[in-house]
C-alpha cells in the first residue's frame, strides 16, 4: 500500500538523524538487523559525470561515445513503467540550498505504479530521458540500483520489480552516510566498473577538491597536495570537474565499462 504524504513528510523530518543512525550500526548487533531489515538484497552504482570521462576510439560504438548515462538510458528503453518523483526526499529533507529540489528520482518497473499519485507521476520514455538529462545539466550525478529502502519509504513492492536511478547532489545525498555506517552496508554501494580517480603532479594542494565535494570523505589534503583513498571513492568525478589545476584524472579501464553495468544490475531488477 502506498505511502501518504504525511508518513513521507515524517521521513523528511527524520532526514538530518541520518548520521546518527548511521553510526549506530557499527554496534554489532545493530548493523546485521540493520541491514537485514533496510538493506537486503541492495546493489547500488554510482556512475561518473559523462563530462569527466575520457572517451577513447576503444571505447566507441559506431562512431558514437560510450558513456555512463547511457546505463541509465538503458534501463528507462527497457522498461514498461516510468515515474518520476515532483521532488528529491533527500535535497528537501535536508533544505539543500544549492541544487534543485524539484529533480527528484526515476522509478522504473512494475512497483513503480504503487507509488502515492500526489508525490509524482508515470512519464514516457521521452520524459523520463529528458529527466535525466536536465538532473546531469543541474550537475546532479546518477545513481541506479536496487534500493530496499525506497520500497519501504515509498510503501511499494516487490522490491524486484523497481529499479531506483536517483539523481544525487554532495551535501545531501543519504549516502553521505557512507563513511559513517559498518563496512558490510557501506559495501552495497559501488563505483562503476574499471573507474579510477587519480591525482597528478599538476596538484598544487589548494584544498577545492576536499571542501565538501566528495559524498564519501574520499579526499584529503595531506603535506600540500591533494591524496584519494582509493577503498573510499565512488568515482562519481566531481572532484575532477571543480579541480582549478585539471589535477585529478578519472580513467576508466574497461572498454565495456557500460555493458558490465547493465549486466551487473538486469538480474537484479525486473523493469520489462
Known sequence: MSRPVWFVKLVERAFPLRFLAARATRLPLVGQLTERWFFAGDDIVYLPLDRVVPVHESVAVSGDMV???????????????????????????????????????????????????????????????????????????????????????????????????????????????????TPSIRDLVVRMPGVQVT??????????????????????????????????????????????QGAIDLTIAADDFVAETIARLAPLVDVS
Open 67 to 181: 558513456l555512463p548515462s547511457q546505463v541509465v538510458e538503458h534501463f528507462v528503453e527497457q522498461a514498461n513503467f516510468r515515474w518520476v518523483m515532483n521532488f528529491c526526499l533527500c535535497r528537501q529533507g535536508n533544505d539543500c540550498q544549492d541544487y534543485p529540489t524539484d529533480l527528484g528520482c526515476l522509478f522504473l518497473g512494475e512497483a513503480a505504479q504503487g507509488i502515492n499519485p500526489a508525490m509524482g507521476r508515470p512519464v514516457s520514455q521521452a520524459e523520463a530521458l529528458d529527466h535525466v538529462r536536465r538532473c546531469r545539466e543541474a550537475g546532479l550525478v546518477h545513481m541506479i540500483g536496487r534500493n530496499k529502502l525506497d520500497t519501504m519509504w515509498l510503501g511499494v513492492g516487490p522490491g524486484h520489480k523497481l529499479l531506483t536511478i536517483c539523481n544525487c547532489c554532495p551535501c545531501c545525498c543519504l549516502w553521505r552516510i557512507l563513511p559513517h555506517v
Open 199 to 244: 591525482v597528478t603532479d599538476r596538484c598544487v594542494g589548494c584544498g577545492t577538491c576536499a571542501q565538501g565535494l566528495c559524498f564519501a570523505d574520499a579526499i584529503r589534503i595531506v603535506a600540500g597536495c591533494a591524496v584519494i583513498s582509493d577503498a573510499a571513492c565512488r568515482g562519481c568525478g566531481r572532484c575532477v570537474a571543480a579541480c582549478p
